[in-house]
């Protein structure tokens, strides 16, 4: 078969995703332009399929409740899902989220927040502890109630995302009106899955929250062990499996950030070979009791919660990331030229080792 | 315009526009061009050929210098990813630490980076005839330095870097090359090394080619080239030749 006439000659798709990310580990509140600007930075790396961010501190006068960030196909849908959270919840507030219209983003679905505070009398799930309550509810409605989703569940914080550049959400979400101390940011370039709102990044589950560059290629193996501890995968898009391992790994299973960045991130077995007997045998437990959690394919990945942000690539380093450091800001991006863009004269700039994480918590 | 500096400040000039108005002026003669508050724009002098000089102050994005053909480019501050991917002759120097797959399928020409560098620099890097590309690392590497290299040269001196506690290279150096030679300051641990190499000290030949290079590398950043040749070098080189020659074409 002979190639199509000039069938090289094509306007490439430059793009990857961009990761951005940033922790005031003395809780400064930094204000939404901050994130954006950095993003916009890294424009290119995403095709406006996704793009997203997620915020810590948001919510201050609330920060006791849970904080339900709701997608609805329509207005049915989110009656529905008002049902469902009334059933198991006592609403303090609901009201939709605060948009702004905007030229290219059509077709938003419709965006609630509800203020939640568990019932004394919980109708199921009993024995649950509350955590473990709030993820049995979202893996509820994301798997049975048609038309809506759960796009954020934490306290005192929150995911904005959907189909477009990171700037047009953030326009679209007014973002410009919040102020975090954390902030992480994703441009989106959907290779393998649908670039559709539920799809695009952050991926959350009550506080944790990711943001990556890549693809999980064991995202089927991933998927089916989740499925055994009760987290289900509803949203179509691989980096799903990340939020809800590090909940079964670091809030169920106690594993450290450590521990749980070598489940995702094993060591080689030629270097396991080399190192002591004990650690031989614990690297060795840790690959035959979490095999299945092991992230396979190209990743850099930006992992939060209220209290730390973390970034990691996969053992081999598939995907680029820099780390910064200026006073009691730490920075991490797929791009130096991001960070620089909205940070004065940085302390430090360094790309980390395959495989080991950086973890930047805030102070106290 | 001919003969005439070209400044530019490229402070918030998107990537295409800041290499159209470089082109331009390229076209319109100019051959030197310095520009101020660069942050991400990539792809900047790519393909570019002839005596053409470039100062970036900033931090130029991905691509820099891909596929270029001649000109010189002196980085003051830090580089991204991939910079000099397929470059076929020049000059690229970074005054600072420089990020993954630089030297990408290198085919000629000089990258000198001052202090550290990421995964995958000087991979498939090749030589032809007389042409034979140099990669010069002042600091250290990450994995895979030289993987699948089949000409060039590349030198790793582990000296300027943020990283103390960190191996001079990361795993897997120079596996499956078949070609060119990796000279190292110092000696190389084995568990670093891609299968079946290992390293050797240099000899004299080896010593001149390493001199000549690390001088110039020296000349352009500032540094001390005598300190640096003080101490013993190694090399690693391919194990095979054509390791697939036989492959589909059996002799």
Redesign the interface.
């Known amino acids: 078969m002979k190639a199509p006439h000039r069938y090289h000659d094509f306007e490439k798709d430059?793009s990857g995703c961009g990761v951005f990310g940033v922790i005031a580990r003395d809780r400064e509140l930094i204000p939404g332009d901050m994130p954006i600007k950095a993003m916009c930075?890294?424009h290119?790396r995403g095709n406006g399929l996704g793009g997203g961010f997620a915020a810590y501190g948001i919510y201050p006068d609330l920060a006791d409740y849970w904080c339900f960030h709701l997608m609805c196909d329509d207005q049915v849908g989110l009656e529905r899902a008002e049902e469902v959270l009334k059933h198991f919840f006592e609403i303090k507030e609901a009201q939709p989220i605060p948009t702004r219209r905007t030229p290219v983003v059509t077709n938003p679905p419709v965006l609630w927040r509800f203020f939640l505070k568990v019932k004394d009398a919980r109708p199921k799930w009993k024995e649950r502890d509350e955590k473990d309550y709030i993820v049995s509810v979202v893996m509820h409605i994301n798997q049975n109630v048609p038309g809506a989703f759960v796009a954020s569940s934490g306290k005192n914080m929150g995911a904005f995302k959907g189909v477009g550049f990171p700037e047009d959400m953030a326009d679209f979400y007014r973002l410009d009106e919040y102020k975090a101390y954390i902030w992480t940011g994703h441009n989106r370039f959907p290779t393998n899955t649908p670039g559709w709102w539920g799809g695009a990044h952050p991926f959350t589950l009550l506080d944790w929250s990711i943001v990556h560059n890549g693809e999980i290629s064991s995202y089927g193996i991933n998927r089916r062990y989740l499925c055994e501890h009760d987290y289900l995968c509803t949203l179509m898009t691989d980096t799903e499996v990340v939020a809800y391992l590090l909940d079964m790994l670091v809030r169920r299973h106690k594993l450290s950030l450590r521990m749980a960045s070598w489940v995702f991130s094993p060591p080689?077995w030629?270097?396991v070979a080399?190192m002591p007997k004990e650690q031989q045998d614990a690297f060795k437990a840790l690959r035959m009791v979490y095999g299945s959690a092991c992230l396979n394919g190209p990743f850099a990945i930006l992992v939060t919660a209220g209290d730390f942000m973390m970034g990691l690539n996969d053992r081999?380093?598939l995907r680029?990331l820099?780390v910064a450091e200026e006073g009691k800001r730490v920075y991490m991006s797929s791009?130096?030229?991001?960070i620089?863009?909205v940070s004065g004269t940085l302390d430090?700039?360094?790309?980390p080792?395959?495989g080991e994480p950086v973890i930047a918590t805030l102070e106290n | 315009m001919a003969d005439q500096k070209l400044v530019l400040d490229a402070k918030g000039v998107y990537?295409r526009q800041l290499n159209e108005r470089i082109r331009d002026a390229v076209t319109g003669g100019v051959r030197e061009i310095e520009l101020n508050n660069v942050?991400?724009q990539?792809y900047i002098f790519t393909g570019l050929k002839g005596e053409l000089s470039l100062k970036i102050n900033?931090?130029p994005?991905?691509d820099m210098a891909a596929f270029m053909n001649g000109p010189s480019i002196r980085v003051e501050g830090?580089a991204?990813?991939g910079v000099a991917n397929t470059m076929d002759d020049g000059k690229v120097v970074v005054n600072g630490?420089a990020?993954?797959v630089l030297g990408y399928g290198m085919r000629g020409g000089r990258l000198y980076i001052r202090g550290?560098v990421?995964?995958r620099v000087g991979i498939h890097m090749k030589a032809y005839k007389e042409k034979s590309p140099v990669i010069v690392i002042g600091g250290k590497a990450?994995?895979?330095l030289g993987e699948y290299m089949a000409g060039g040269s590349i030198i790793l001196l582990g000296m300027f870097s943020?990283?103390p506690y960190?191996p001079i290279c990361?795993?897997s150096l120079g596996t499956g090359m078949h070609g060119g030679v990796i000279y190292v300051r110092g000696p190389v641990p084995d568990?670093q090394l891609g299968p079946h190499l290992t390293s050797e000290p240099v000899d004299e030949t080896d010593k001149a080619r390493i001199r000549e290079m690390v001088t110039d590398f020296a000349l352009e950043l500032g540094l001390d080239a005598q300190h640096i040749l003080a101490e013993s070098f190694f090399k690693v080189k391919p194990f095979s030749h054509r390791p697939y020659g036989n492959m589909y074409v059996p002799c």
Do not use: C, H, L
Request: hydrophobic content about 25%.
């Open positions: 430059i930075t890294m290119d080689f030629d270097d080399r081999v380093k680029p820099v791009e130096e030229s991001s620089r863009e430090k700039v360094w790309a080792k395959a | 990537y942050n991400g990539r900033g931090v994005g991905q830090n991204q990813d630490i990020g993954d550290d990421g995964y990450g994995d895979f943020d990283k960190a990361g795993r568990t």
